[in-house]
């Protein structure tokens, strides 16, 4: 593909993505100060609008659009930039939509719902383009992966709090703060547990001790739903009441249990947790779980993204390959289903376990180590025992800079890196970028629809290996 990974003058790195929000300034009892109506210059990195004051300081805007006319007023002010809200819109963005949910603007997530979902998926490729251009390092064409789907979360954590009037309430924190908002529903959460919210409402309502209730976590798999009960402290009656509802409703049921160091009780035999992954020739690999494991919440895309790996890596019989931060063998156990030799690296020896456990499944040949990824000696070890021809990444959001400095001194002819936050994969892809490495594909992954959180997607190849 041409000019991908083609060097350009840098410019200043930011240090972070602009995706996380800086702390709140320390809160004054003075109300919001209004402005004169700015004009909406661009978005920042977590989808606020960018405008400029008359005395040309940068103002964030919640809820704003390129192009729109606002009056605001300022809530936080601070030495370098304001941020502030929409008191009036004199002028609407044609790419603004009603937001589809009624959550929307007291709800933390799903900050992004008021753009129409093709400018989101733009504003997350302009994202990467940025963050890498501040690199010195400019990009072609960046495919998107996607699924349209609004219902796609498998996997959510529910607050649970009681106010100052005994009501329980459930729901997710509103945006940078610890207050709980009370959802009646939530559009991106699958049907399955969509469904679900309502009689939990109801039955938080009817518990002896909702205040020893942390949270809830939901879970949905191919086959079933899954609800887990952070419990603080045991209440027998609760417990029962809990056990008539997962009767009721068919949910497997399971109680974290303790203040300190919580252990998990099944009310019945344990479920079988497991997802689907489809592989060419019209197979599937089962991969098994536990409550706890790292898993993607909205399969379709995680699909999306093991078949791009494939299609990217070509894995075929007798490569060697590696794949560090393995999980349960997301990317390993397809690859393997190909052919490929792999090794895979995971720093937890639970999840080492667990990824063995699915190779035996699927009977597909993989080995395993438990290692730190985090220690310079370990990796450069790692990477120097084998003549490998391939490796995958899939770090957590701190990224993989120290594997990325080891590669740039041992380079393999194709490195596979996806990211969950586009700042540490530009600081590490530049590493690579100096070292000889050049930038083939780039995919962004649409996730967490309505959000500006995405998965990135980046084949490095070595100019002297490939």
Known sequence: MA??????????????????????????????????ALVVERLAHDGR????????????????????????????????????????RLTSAAQRVSPPCPHFSHCGGCDLQHMTVASQREHKREVVRDLMARQGIELGEIES??????????????????????????????AHSHRLIDIERCIVLVDGLQALIAPLRE?????????????????????????????????????????????????????????????????????????TLDIPDGKALTLHFA????????????????????????PSPGQRTMDLFAGIGNFSLPMAAAGAEVHAVEGSPAMVERLADNA?????????????????????????????????????????????QALARSPVARVMYISCDPATLARDAAHLVHAGYRINHVAVAD????TAHMETLMLFEHTKCA
Request: with cysteine.
């Open 447 to 450: 996730m967490f629809m309505h």
């Open 360 to 404: 035996h499944l699927n009977r597909l040949d993989v080995t395993g180590q438990q290692a730190d990824l985090s220690d310079p000696d370990t990796v450069a070890s790692l990477l120097e025992a084998v003549d490998l021809q391939a490796l995958v990444l899939d770090p957590p959001r701190s990224g993989a800079e120290v594997i990325c």
């Open 3 to 36: 000019m991908l990974g083609k060097r350009r003058p840098p410019r200043p790195a930011s240090g972070h993505s602009g995706l996380a929000r800086q702390p709140a300034a320390k809160s004054s009892n003075q109300a919001p100060q209004a402005t004169s």
């Open 49 to 88: 609008g960018v405008a400029h004051n008359a005395e040309g300081k940068t103002v964030f805007i919640d809820q704003a659009l390129p192009g729109e006319h606002l009056e605001v007023a300022v809530h936080q002010t601070r030495k370098r930039y304001d941020e502030a809200h929409v008191k009036q």
């Open 291 to 314: 409550p706890g494991d790292f898993l993607q919440v909205n399969a379709a895309v995680n699909q999306q993204m093991v078949d791009t790996a494939m299609r990217w890596l070509a």
């Open 145 to 174: 992966l996607h699924d349209d789907v609004q219902g796609y979360r498998r996997r959510a954590r529910l607050g649970v709090k009681v106010d100052g009037d005994g009501h329980a309430l459930l729901g997710f924190r509103a």
């Open 203 to 275: 039955l938080l309502a009817t518990l002896d001790a909702p205040r020893q209730v942390g949270h809830i976590e939901l879970l949905a798999t191919d086959s079933q739903r899954v609800v887990l009960v952070r419990q603080l402290k045991a209440n027998p009656a609760d417990a029962e009441r809990w056990q008539a509802f997962a009767d009721h409703h068919h949910v497997a049921l399971g109680t974290w249990l303790g203040r300190e160091s919580p252990t998990l009780h099944w009310h019945g035999a344990p479920p079988v947790l497991e997802e």
